[in-house]
């Protein structure tokens, strides 16, 4: 029989055995790990600081462990087998997560010096970060915060490559290795001036549709709005539209709404009611905190509101991330100080 590149028998092949995590030798997936970067028994040897041959006989142990070939030599190296590359992944986080374990100090809130990152709208950091940052000069008084617009497209692969560490929203889809955790449920409102024509009588569908609308639509979402979502490579969250101006639309009702003004964050909206007869319908707490602020009043809704989770989502490499629990629990605590 001829022998490969490792010093293995070509046609002994490993028979498959059933494998217990508890008999194997961890460092062999080390050199898993370094055959399947390099592609090369000597180079693997070269990053382990072993000898080729210890690099072989790890090989072969790994092999009968795991029943199977892993790396055949082929043209360009030690090509990986299929069973070799369903293994990469998982081996790979799972060096690194040992790693981090052996090398992180713990989180302490008290003594920590870190800049956390999110994106948000204007709507969930009126009603979050007030609440957020009170705990956070207490617990942890060296934390920063650095809060991005919702509205950027790219949101995701900002999760992914690490540039944000959560973001919080209103979501539909969203893609693999992603963890989200409902922060609380919103409502929505229909909001006016004061003295408005339609707090003198029972407000009806119809007599919304006799005054122009003004309209919160986050960037990109012109194009989506019939259905509310804004996408972005398998993600969708979702935006703050005139629902009644759609509802009546779809339903083929004898009846022209108009959204007058449109425009990117809900800061703009309280302005541009309490000047004019305009129209908006607002998440209910941010609709009572502008009524605080400006004058203004909620409508009695003539139909039932729709409620939506006001999430919050962040990647699932966050479960390594001591400091990144510890403000997600922050969060989560600060969320029943939330006025209902």
Not at 41 to 51: G, T
Not at 123 to 149: E, G, W
Not at 160 to 177: A, C, Q, S, T
Not at 227 to 239: I, L, P, Q, T
Request: one cysteine or more; charged letters at 25%; glycine letters at 4%.
């Amino acid at each position: 029989m001829k022998s490969d590149a490792t010093g293995r028998q070509k046609n002994a092949m490993p028979q498959a055995s059933t494998m217990h995590i508890r008999m194997v030798d961890l460092n062999l997936f080390r050199v898993f790990d370094a055959l399947m970067l390099h592609r090369s028994v000597r180079e693997a040897s070269r990053l382990l600081s072993v000898s080729p041959s210890a690099v072989s006989h790890a090989l072969n142990r790994l092999r009968e462990t795991i029943g199977d070939e892993l790396f055949i030599p082929g043209e360009s190296g030690m090509e990986p087998t299929r069973r070799a590359l369903e293994l990469a992944t998982s081996v790979r986080e799972g060096l690194e997560s040992f790693a981090l374990a052996l090398t992180v100090k713990p989180f302490v809130p008290m003594e920590a010096v870190r800049t956390f990152r999110s994106a948000a709208s204007d709507h969930t950091s009126v009603i979050i970060l007030p609440l957020l940052v009170k705990r956070l000069v207490k617990s942890a008084p060296q934390v920063d915060l650095r809060v991005f617009p919702l509205n950027r497209p790219d949101v995701v692969r900002q999760l992914n490559r690490g540039e944000i560490d959560l973001v919080i929203g209103w979501f539909g889809e969203l893609p693999n290795g992603m963890r989200r955790a409902t922060l609380f449920r919103e409502e929505e409102a229909i909001v006016v001036r004061t003295g408005h024509p339609l707090t003198q009588d029972k407000v009806t569908k119809e007599k919304l549709f006799e005054y122009s609308h003004v309209v919160v639509e986050l960037t990109g979402t012109e194009e989506h709005k019939a259905d509310g979502f804004m996408h972005d490579k398998g993600v969708a969250h979702r935006v703050w539209i005139e629902r009644a101006l759609l509802e009546f639309q779809d339903q083929n009702i004898d009846l022209v709404g108009r959204a007058a003004v449109c425009v990117p964050h809900f800061s703009a909206v309280p302005p541009l009611l309490q000047a004019t007869d305009l129209v908006a319908t607002l998440p209910r707490r941010l609709a009572l905190w502008a009524a605080t602020h400006f004058s203004l009043v909620l409508l009695d809704l003539p139909y039932t509101p729709k409620t939506v989770d006001i999430e919050m989502v962040c990647d699932q490499s966050a479960d390594r991330d001591s400091g990144l629990q510890w403000l997600i629990a922050e969060l989560a605590a600060s969320m029943e100080d939330l006025v209902h």
